[in-house]
């Protein structure tokens, strides 16, 4: 198996790691409820796709403090 004759500086490794970039999500607003969504996905706060329901949504209640 190949070795390197010699180490890799900090500055080639760096030069090639220049297109590790995190890509900023896509979220469009859902026209029901105008929330902001992923796209071609249900709204997680409707539940509505392509203009009809196809999720029931659960309305979480607040906990009472005695």
Same mark, same amino acid.
């Given at each position: 198996m190949a070795l390197p004759k010699r180490k890799h500086s900090s500055q080639r490794g760096? @030069? %090639? %790691?220049? /297109?590790? *970039?995190? *890509? @900023?999500t896509n979220l469009i607003p859902c026209p029901q &409820? *105008?929330?902001l *969504?992923?796209? /071609? %996905?249900? &709204?997680l706060v409707c539940g509505y796709y392509d203009g009809r329901q196809v999720a029931?949504? @659960?309305v979480k209640e607040k906990k009472k403090r005695k």
């Open positions: 760096g @030069k %090639r %790691r220049t /297109h590790w *970039k995190i *890509k @900023k &409820c *105008k929330q *969504k992923l796209p /071609h %996905r249900a &709204c029931e949504v @659960k």
